[in-house]
């Protein structure tokens, strides 16, 4: 291994490590600890922190405390569990043995977790089995899925502690100005009128931004959702990384709309008005356009601390947790300092706590299978984003541009697609600026990635190395970096020919 190798595999143990201490320092006098890597922000960690102490005195007699890992985002946790095991498995160790629970984030990160990372070892998961009986997961859960979507593993790998949809922020004020009407669902991102006034962020560095894309693609469909997404990347003032960023741009007035995770939205405007500023944000969501997403936890291969790990899932599921998420602190079972505006996620804890709820929504009782189901479609967001609306940023914004000043294209809120309109050179325009290229397949024969029924065969053989033996890319790279570089080219010539007709 060289020298930047060994430092890369000595931050990961550190950062890795760094809850073991708090766990076994003599010094915390907190008793029996469990340490969880999370995504979740200050408050939530402090309220269910502190309430899980109580919770395990009162159960169990003894003290019991959560020594909390924050590393980064979803997609930073699963990278980062994946090196350590990539360098156990490369040093004959065993994986684990520092962190017991991975908490929060969406069910795609922790459906990864629990896939074999050797094709031939099924025992070779990062993640383990809960171990939860039937009866457990019964009284818990009236129903295992909403809508199209679970809220634990068929095969007891993760289980839900609370849901997650997404939708839009927006700046009233801003919508006024500009004589729009308030959004509804994801359509507003892609107006004319909001060119350079949309937050947006990279799904490549974040997991529920690609989530947020992947509901955009399946409740409209693979062509209309991918026009509405380049769109939305024309309007961007800019392309952030982070999920957090875009309430903040909306609500300091950086930004008009963006789309952003629900409790991240409600979380923005309940802040601004405990400030005293009122009205300035609203938040929403897409209407009949969003998935709904279980925010799951994980328990580790090689848990130093197994049964508190179970005891803390156990009471995340309790009626006295999921009051936590939308009880506000001044109700005697809601948390002690912070309002966490999430959605619980058992569903009879909407009917128990009524209008005592912070937010008053049944994510249950509105949300909607999605149109256009398409299991591989994901796995193409980020290479086709990426060669899509970051490769080429001016020239993106340029072909937009040139359409929405072209005389005959229409004045309407929704998305206008080359069918909607009669004038041939607009018609024209619109056909390049939405296309999305084709790749070589075996057989001299080749897939057009506008049609979404050959994604699972472009899935495997180019965004799984499928093809590698076909010397469609250079060996040193991969079929994912390949795809991306020949759309990038495709991308590049097509909104050039958009913008000069």
Not at 180 to 207: E, I
Not at 208 to 215: D, E, G, P, W, Y
Not at 328 to 334: I, K, L, R, T
Request: aromatic residues 10%.
């Amino acid at each position: 291994m060289n020298r930047f190798g060994t430092i890369v595999l000595v931050c990961v143990a550190v950062l890795l490590l760094a809850p073991a201490f708090l766990r076994s320092s003599p010094s915390s006098q907190l008793g029996p600890g469990v340490v969880v890597m999370t995504p979740h922000n200050e408050q939530i960690r402090f309220e269910l922190g502190s309430r899980f102490s109580q919770w395990h005195q009162r159960e169990f007699g003894t003290d019991a405390h959560v020594a909390w890992s924050t590393p980064g985002g979803t997609s930073e946790i699963r990278k980062l569990l994946q090196s350590q095991w990539k360098a156990a498995a490369g040093a004959g160790a065993p994986f684990g043995g520092d962190i017991d629970l991975v908490f929060g984030g969406g069910s795609y990160e922790h459906g990864v977790l629990a896939k074999p990372t050797e094709a031939d070892d099924p025992g070779s998961t990062i993640s383990v089995p809960h171990g939860f009986s039937k009866e457990d997961l019964l009284a818990w859960f009236s129903t295992d899925t909403i809508a199209d979507g679970r809220l634990y593993d068929e095969k007891s790998f993760w289980i839900g502690t609370a849901l997650s949809s997404f939708g839009l922020i927006w700046n009233e004020d801003e919508f006024a100005q500009r004589e729009l009407p308030r959004p509804t669902d994801w359509s507003m991102l892609a107006h004319p009128k909001l060119r350079g006034r949309v937050a947006f962020v990279n799904p490549a560095m974040s997991g529920s931004v690609t989530t947020a894309l992947q509901s955009i693609l399946e409740h409209l469909g693979w062509q209309r959702g991918w026009a509405l997404i380049r769109r939305a990347a024309a309007n961007a003032r800019s392309v952030s990384g982070s999920s957090t960023r875009v309430p903040g741009d909306v609500g300091a007035g950086e930004a008009a709309i963006g789309p952003c995770i629900d409790f991240y939205g409600r979380a923005q405007v309940a802040a601004l008005e405990a400030a005293g500023i009122t009205g300035r944000i609203q938040y929403r969501d897409a209407a009949g356009q969003t998935v709904v997403d279980a925010d799951p936890i994980s328990l580790l291969r090689g848990a130093p601390n197994p049964e508190l790990a179970r005891r803390f899932i156990r009471f995340c599921l309790t009626a006295e947790a999921q009051s936590l998420w939308q009880l506000p602190s001044s109700d005697p079972d809601g948390p002690q300092r912070f309002a966490l505006r999430r959605l619980p996620i058992r569903a009879e804890v909407y009917e128990q706590l009524g209008d005592r709820m912070l937010d008053q929504v049944d994510p249950f009782a509105e949300a909607k299978a999605a149109a256009y189901p398409n299991r591989s479609a994901r796995a193409f967001i980020v290479p086709l984003f990426v060669s899509m609306a970051m490769d080429h940023r001016d020239e993106l914004r340029e072909a937009w541009h040139a359409i929405v000043e072209h005389p005959a294209y229409p004045s309407s809120d929704d998305v206008v697609m080359a069918a909607d309109v009669e004038d041939p050179e607009l018609r024209l325009m619109l056909e390049r600026f939405d296309a999305l290229p084709s790749v070589p397949m075996p057989n001299d024969t080749v897939a057009d990635l506008n049609d979404p029924t050959v994604l699972a065969a472009v899935k495997a053989g180019w965004l799984r190395d499928g093809f590698k033996s076909m010397g469609w890319w250079d060996l040193e790279s991969t079929g994912t970096l390949a795809l991306q570089a020949r759309a990038s080219s495709f991308f590049l010539d097509q909104y050039q020919k958009a913008a000069n007709p």
